[in-house]
């Protein structure tokens, strides 16, 4: 599952994010390919279960500051850069 320019939910892996729904499925497959339940995760992200679970099924008004704080406690990464700079666009 590599990156693609494409939407991620079309192969489920990681890329471009274009919904909430992408951002919670991304954040749902790293935490299952590093083998968390969603309890585990969400204490060892500081965030409650309610939360994580809510992320991970996109929901539109999860607060942005927790879900970076989950974002970058398990290892991911966000950018944000113009589309005219899209560094995953196929020159």
Known sequence: MGATNDDTGKDGGYGRI????QLGR???LKRKEIGLRQEVAAG???VGTKFLSQLENGKETAELGKALQVLKKLGLE???FPRSADP???H
């Open 18 to 21: 274009a919904s909430v729904e």
């Open 26 to 28: 991304v954040i749902r």
């Open 44 to 46: 060892m992200t500081g």
């Open 78 to 80: 966000l950018y944000v």
């Open 88 to 90: 995953l666009k196929e």
